[in-house]
């Protein structure tokens, strides 16, 4: 009978080996960012491209033909939807500089948010890397214009104002979530954005005057909440975790609400509550 011979080197079975001569390192594998998408939203039954880039710059040299894109149903079971490339092609800006890029063309029949993951395989490890994922949505049809901000990622934790890089009163963060939230309907997403502004003006109130004016409205945002329905319960607690994610916002948050104790707030009966939204809701077609 023969063997084959194993070779170890000082550091264990698992850690170097020397199977058919290839030495495999039990080195950390490199972390790769999540892919970005541009656009970072499209509308249902619209053919829409969609660039989708990865920076593998700060890693080992990837595998030319070993990034692949995936895209994660519902359950998280991925898809391999492209092969991502680095060859100055099929969209790629620039050959060899290690930005891999895949475009496609996306035509979603429903309302969702999906998310999409790169997988990269390098030489020396035997497990493909995997990115973070990358929120996606496809959104109903709205005569209301839809910006995707910018994940500020940690940055936007720095201070209790956070980053609001379109100055419309919703920190980048939250709009983010309240959009891939309620995809299918520009009344939720209006709705919430009303709720986030209230909430906003609450952990920034100076004053006892400030605080109840952003009492007040947090309450006519939850009725306006209430009246679009029960959908809405979940992702108001979604949208308030999201506000409140730092020691220092829910400091801010309680000091507000304890400036209005011993206030009382009028609550509208449930048939007019959409009274308490400050859009006209009529004027939205979903």
């Not at 109840?212 to 319960?233: F, H, M, P, W």
Request: hydrophobic share 45%; glycine share 8%.
């Amino acid at each position: 009978m023969k063997y084959k011979s194993v070779l170890f080197f000082g550091c264990g079975l698992v850690a170097c080996l020397v199977l058919g001569g290839i030495l495999l390192y039990g080195q950390n594998p490199p972390t790769i960012a999540a892919p970005i998408a541009t656009p970072g939203l499209v509308v249902v039954n619209t053919p829409t491209q969609v660039t989708f880039t990865v920076d593998l710059s700060g890693t080992p040299s990837a595998i030319p033909t070993g990034v692949n894109l995936l895209r994660l149903n519902s359950a998280g079971v991925q898809t391999i939807v492209a092969t991502m490339g680095d060859n100055g092609k099929a969209g790629d800006v620039k050959a060899g500089d290690k930005v891999f890029t895949a475009v496609l063309t996306l035509n979603e029949a429903q309302p969702a948010s999906f998310n999409f993951q790169v997988s990269a395989a390098f030489p020396g490890q035997l497990k493909r890397v995997l990115s973070p994922v990358l929120q996606f949505a496809a959104l109903a049809p709205t005569t209301i214009p839809v910006v995707l901000p910018p994940d500020p990622g940690v940055a936007g934790k720095a201070t209790i104002a956070g980053i609001d890089s379109d100055g419309d009163g919703v920190r980048d963060d939250v709009q983010r979530l309240i959009i891939f939230s309620a995809p299918d309907s520009a009344r939720h997403r209006e709705a919430l954005k009303e709720q986030a502004v209230a909430i906003q003006h609450a952990l920034l109130s100076q004053t006892d005057q400030q605080a109840t004016d952003a009492g007040v409205a947090e309450i006519d945002s939850i009725e306006c909440l209430d009246y679009l329905g029960k959908r809405n319960q979940g992702i108001w607690r979604q949208v308030l975790a999201q506000m409140l994610n730092t020691t220092d916002r829910i400091k801010a948050h309680d000091t507000a609400a304890a400036r209005t104790n011993g206030q009382v707030f009028t609550l509208l009966p449930d048939n007019i509550q959409n009274t308490a939204c400050s859009f006209n809701m009529d004027t939205l077609s979903n």
